[in-house]
């Protein structure tokens, strides 16, 4: 089995609910607290292509940082948007699973299923 890693919030329910999934399959990922250390850049870009989306894609906008750094902006760059979120962790979306060469947003929790074989 290709090694697991969980982006993870453990304040965050759905973050919870999708570590719980993986324990209850006899899974037991890699666990970074993505708050306490957060990715850089080039952490960042790489997470993206393995998820296929735009760090526009990765922004939760509910996020008070997003409006103060104005982050709704279209003409910011996508170097601009992954900085802000190396920067300001709070953005990127949670909780996010890892394998190998693919990853997966766990909303809802049960999306990391998709990765399992």
């Known amino acids: ?17 999708a570590l719980e999934l993986l324990e209850a399959r006899g899974l037991t990922p890699t ?3 993505y708050l306490e250390t957060p990715l850089s850049a080039v952490q960042i870009k790489a997470l993206l292509g393995k998820l296929g989306i735009s760090a526009r894609q990765l922004l939760r906008s509910g996020e008070e940082e997003y409006k103060t ?11 601009q948007l992954i ?11 949670r909780p996010i699973l890892e394998a190998g060469d693919k ?13 399992l074989p």
């Open 31 to 33: 666990i970074v607290r």
């Open 69 to 79: 750094l104005n982050l709704a902006d279209a003409s910011l760059s996508e170097q």
């Open 1 to 17: 089995m290709t090694d697991l890693t969980l982006y993870h919030n453990p304040r965050c329910s759905k973050s919870r609910g």
């Open 103 to 115: 990853a997966i947003i766990g909303r809802p929790p049960e999306n990391v299923l998709e990765l």
């Open 83 to 93: 900085d802000a979120i190396a920067a300001h962790p709070k953005l990127m979306e």
